[in-house]
T-cell receptor
Framework: GAVVSQHPSRVICKSGTSVKIECRSL??????MFWYRQFPKQSLMLMAT?????????EQGVEKDKFLINHASLTLSTLTVTSAHPEDSSFYIC????????????FGNGTRLTVT | AQTVTQSQPEMSVQEAETVTLSCTYD???????LFWYKQPPSRQMILVIR??????QNATENRFSVNFQKAAKSFSLKISDSQLGDTAMYFC???????????FGSGTKLNVKP
């Protein structure tokens, strides 16, 4: 089945530094990937839609200069949290669809970011 | 705007028994898809079952089945013969036909007790 690989699974960084999270589609080409953020015991909040070869589409309220998304190839999208602060600590999950229509989302394992 | 509502924050069921999780949604569109995802403690999101809105027949996947009521905009998940491994957060999700965005409900935490 379709597999989405996300790395790293856990990262701890100091306040003010930047962190990059990678999301790869392992056995299919993903023209579109999605980045979600999940707070403890809450639902998934869509942050942005990552489009291969073009700029990401950010949801309202998400700072695009803080959460940089790059989708350089059909199998790789990256999310960079710039100048991280403790309030950026969260669980970040990427996902992708093989096509449209009734194709479900395939999710990565998620990244737990802790900013100290 | 599309919305998905799960009104049961938490539920418990005894092992081997049946439990039903509720989900309602709101949309003015007629072509869409509905999904149930499971998120166990590992946090990995796993697809449980999906339903196309144009299909009247309710989807089933082994012990999992749905009760899809299009007119009522209801999409409940029934888990039969509950197992300890079913303990997880369950999210109802909705997407329009030929559209990228998925809308997720707030989730229901299911505890299966031995």
């Amino acid at each position: 089945g379709a597999v989405v690989s996300q790395h790293p699974s856990r990262v701890i960084c100091k306040s003010g530094t930047s962190v990059k999270i990678e999301c790869r589609s392992l056995d299919f080409q993903a023209t579109t990937m999605f980045w979600y953020r999940q707070f403890p015991k809450q639902s998934l909040m869509l942050m942005a839609t990552s489009n291969e070869g073009s700029k990401a589409t950010y949801e309202q309220g998400v700072e695009k200069d803080k959460f940089l998304i790059n989708h350089a190839s059909l199998t790789l999208s990256t999310l960079t949290v710039t100048s991280a602060h403790p309030e950026d600590s969260s669980f970040y999950i990427c996902s992708a669809r093989i096509g449209l229509d009734n194709s479900p989302l395939h999710f990565g394992n998620g990244t737990r970011l802790t900013v100290t | 705007a599309q919305t998905v509502t799960q009104s049961q924050p938490e539920m418990s069921v005894q092992e081997a028994e049946t439990v039903t999780l509720s989900c309602t949604y709101d949309t003015s569109e007629s072509n869409y898809y509905l999904f149930w995802y499971k998120q166990p403690p590992s946090r990995q999101m796993i697809l449980v079952i999906r339903q196309e809105a144009y299909k009247q027949q309710n989807a089933t996947e082994n012990r999992f089945s749905v009760n899809f009521q299009k007119a009522a905009k209801s999409f409940s998940l029934k888990i039969s013969d509950s197992q300890l491994g079913d303990t997880a957060m369950y999210f109802c999700a909705f997407t329009l036909y030929n559209f990228n965005k998925f809308y997720f409900g707030s989730g229901t935490k299911l505890n299966v007790k031995p």
